[in-house]
């Protein structure tokens, strides 16, 4: 949920949305001890307001069919002209239509929240907000939970407050289906972060990145001599290195439970409908034997003898305009998403071996985001994306990603627990994060 509107003026700091933030379940600034729970007493359906929060005069609710191709090219329309963009207005977000598809329909999603609105008059669609459901474990508790994203106000309308009722909406909707507690982000701080995490950038089109202005060319350095430093194999080194399959499905399930049980929090993953949403619904379709309209990439590891999963791996897509400039409009942007290796178990370990293992595994996760980069820019992306969550710092340096100036906040609803590590202050030590949740 990137909050760039500021609930109104995009130029107006934080004073509007700590204004906001303060009336609502969240961990407050300057909260000292922090009982882990519920911040709201216990609630039920049957006390939730069941009429919608009142909009501006000449605007109405409308619930956005995703499924529906007139209103998906209206919301694709809407955040591509109004989304998210850097600071110098140079990128902005392109969600393309089969992306949302695969974002807000996963297993267990509801219609109704998928909320947008609408102008009265013309019906055209000027604001949207989205939750899908799933479920988070945070330390030893679990719960389902609202993931809320894609909120978005069109740019004329900023000073209208469109942005808290949305919230508001949305929050009430998740309450009406007994679930109490969601999940966000947001590139600003509000109250209260439980982690941060710093965006990392690796170079996989050097010539590009440096016209548009996304890189820079380094004092010294020449464009030929970056094209050969961030230059990838032309092959996949890791053996039985291979295209996730459907019947993968219940081993890489098994596999990513595991290794997500090690970070203090995580989405569960916890059936298999979940895993081949995530990892198999969006690769795309087969047109004269190429591959489009891909969103996904995932890739496991087969052992040859065995035939057991003993590593996956994936990234998806999500390209940016470039504005403004003459020669590009479209960055290919890839972002890694899950992974998991068999790497850090061993049968009968014991704690002194916690070392080697860790050692095992940033070597196997180094050769997975190798291939893995190497997939990535064979298919034409200019850059990958990573944030400093999972076990990214054990590979972020040796396979050149470069630090970048983004950081993203990750904030709970209704739930109260000890903050969590990033990964911002261990990537020269490569120790891993405690954050398991990739959003997109």
Request: proline residues 5%.
């Amino acid at each position: 949920m990137k909050l760039l509107e500021n609930f109104g003026d995009p130029n107006a700091g934080q004073v509007k949305e700590h204004k906001f933030w303060k009336t609502q379940p969240v961990i407050q600034d300057g909260s000292t001890e922090i009982k882990e729970g519920p911040i709201d007493p216990p609630k039920t359906p049957a006390d939730v307001r069941q009429e919608p929060y009142a909009l501006p005069a000449g605007f109405e609710w409308s619930t956005v069919d995703v499924k529906n191709e007139g209103q998906m090219n209206e919301l694709h329309t809407l955040l591509s002209e109004n989304y998210v963009e850097d600071d110098e207005a140079m990128f902005r977000f392109r969600y393309s239509k089969e992306f949302l598809l695969w974002a807000l329909t996963a297993p267990g999603y509801h219609a109704d929240w998928h909320i947008g609105v609408r102008v009265q008059k013309t019906g055209k669609l000027v604001g949207f907000i989205s939750g899908i459901k799933v479920e988070l474990r945070a330390y030893s508790h679990t719960w389902d939970s609202g993931e809320v994203n894609y909120l978005c106000v069109h740019k004329k309308l900023r000073s209208k407050r469109l942005a808290p009722v949305l919230i508001k909406e949305v929050t009430r909707r998740i309450n009406l289906t007994n679930i109490w507690q969601a999940i966000y982000t947001a590139g600003i701080v509000i109250p209260t972060p439980f982690s941060t995490c710093r965006y990392y950038h690796r170079n996989l089109n050097p010539a590009k990145l440096v016209d548009i202005g996304f890189s820079s060319l380094p004092r010294g350095s020449s464009i030929a001599r970056l094209v050969r430093n961030y230059a990838m194999p032309t092959t996949t080194s890791v053996p039985g290195f291979r295209e996730m399959r459907k019947e993968d499905v219940p081993q890489v399930g098994n596999l990513l439970r595991r290794y997500l049980s090690r970070f203090p929090i995580a989405q569960t993953f916890s059936t298999d409908e979940d895993i081949e949403h995530w990892f198999l619904s969006g690769q795309g379709r087969d047109v004269d034997g190429k591959r489009v309209e891909q969103v996904v990439w995932a890739y496991v590891v087969e052992d040859p003898t065995t035939k057991e999963i003993t590593d996956m791996v994936s990234f998806y897509s999500l390209p940016s305009t470039i504005m403004q400039h003459p020669k590009y409009d479209l960055l290919n942007v890839a972002y890694m998403f899950y992974y998991a290796s068999d790497a850090i178990f061993s049968a009968g370990a014991s704690s002194d071996d916690e070392t080697k293992l860790k050692s095992k595994l940033e070597r196997r996760l180094n050769e997975l985001t190798r291939d893995m980069l190497t997939v990535a820019q064979a298919a034409g992306f200019d850059v990958m994306n990573a944030l400093t969550l999972l076990d990214n710092n054990m590979f972020i340096s040796e396979q050149k990603f470069g630090p970048g100036d983004g950081y993203l906040n990750y904030y709970l609803y209704n739930w109260a627990m000890p903050p969590i590590d990033g990964g911002m202050d261990t990537t020269s030590s490569r120790e891993g994060s405690g954050v398991g949740v990739v959003m997109l």
